[in-house]
């Protein structure tokens, strides 16, 4: 019944485990201190000579770290349980916030978002416990801690007539949605259905949701919207919320959305310029006259020093050669348009770029990246550089905050996938109603 109400033009299912290219969700958070302690426990049983002179020197290094250090320890205001802080005295993590600047996505009239700091403060105590309570305790390759708190956020604040969503794997997405609003019809299109990871394991099947997945799917793009919606009671397209999280060039969605008379979307991953299997709004604003944004590709540029160091630390963090691809190309992904988990990648020139930046500013009415939660002090996590994310909503060094939040209650793999989520009202018209 379902495909009568559809153009049928069908995608190939792809990553329908969520195992494409995408390496953001991916991994396992490996932390500092559990990469010393493996290659400590290498050491002994190797009784590698080599190996034992640079454990030496840097047992050494850590000790007159330490010896010299004031905040190794930290202890919030009102706990008595300490914490160890070690990130604090590493040179260049939690001090250098914005060294290498943050791009972002102009809009027509510089319009902001209604919520505020302490709002978000105010929305984590309130979902913390919804959290612990998911039904999906190992998300690997789907949402982790900060982009599920930001999409439940946002979902709560925005109040949609109906909830879309692009990308559900086993339904953590689907269930988040849900906690938001829960009696809000959901769309959800997905290759394959979450029903199927049930024989597996933990997912989540919601009863108040029409699922295009399975032998229904349908890629959004091929959705006849208008008859869809009017067929779920709803003739007010601009009511409608779009979560997408199909990992597809962002350019794209936003193209269909805005055909299709949607306002109000959000974007999972948002990748940073360099990174990522799609091209991402964050890719396409990166642009050398926004403050933050275009990037040198000579190797003694103060720009490439700072990314060697940087890329040390982090995980996610590229340095200029992985930055740069042909031609000091550095948009994109080494001046490549990446779409469809990188099952399709598109080289593009820099004035393409600047035009794709340019369209996005003219239908942009809002832009706005998801802080991340709290920074990698108080989280441990070691995947995404702060420098190229905004300020984190818990300051960093509260540990007395993070903890009253309920935030230390929660493994720290879970805040591992911060990837600058992103919510964008738009508008074809220039200027919005
Ligand atoms: C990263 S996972 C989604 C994770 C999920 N939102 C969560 O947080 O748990 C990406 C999903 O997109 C699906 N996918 C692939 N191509 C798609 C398309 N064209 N449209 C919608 N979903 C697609 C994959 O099968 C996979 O289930």
Redesign the pocket.
Known sequence: MLESVLSARR?S??????D?D?ES?TRKHVSLPARFAKFVSGSVRAGSVAQYIVLSVVMLFLGSVLSRSRSFVCVGPNETLPRLAVFENIEGLASEFGSLGVPWCRSKQGRKVDWTTKDLLKGLEEFVPIYEARP?KN?M???GFD??FGLWFMVRWLKPDIMI?????????TW?LRQAMPETRIIS????HPEKYLKKGPAYVDGNCTYFAGKD?V??GNVDWVKVLLMHGISNLSRALIFF????NELKRLKQALKAGFRHLIF??NYDTGTGDHYSLRQICDQFYIRGGGHSCFSDSDEARIRAKRRKFWEKAVDTDELCGEGEAWWGVRGHMRD??NHSSKAISLSEHFQNSRFVESVLDVYWELPPVAGPSLTHQTRYDPARATDPIIEEGRFGQFHRLGLTRLDSTVFNGYTQMVYLQVSSSPTPS
Do not use: C, W, Y
Request: charged letters at 35%; a negative charge.
């Open positions: 995608s299912p792809k990553a329908e485990d969520g494409g995408d969700k999906i998300n390759f789907g949402m982009h599920s969503e692009s990308g559900a794997f086993k339904g953590h997405s988040v299109l997905s290759p394959r799917f890629d959004f999280d199909d990992h597809q999972e991953d469809d988990f």
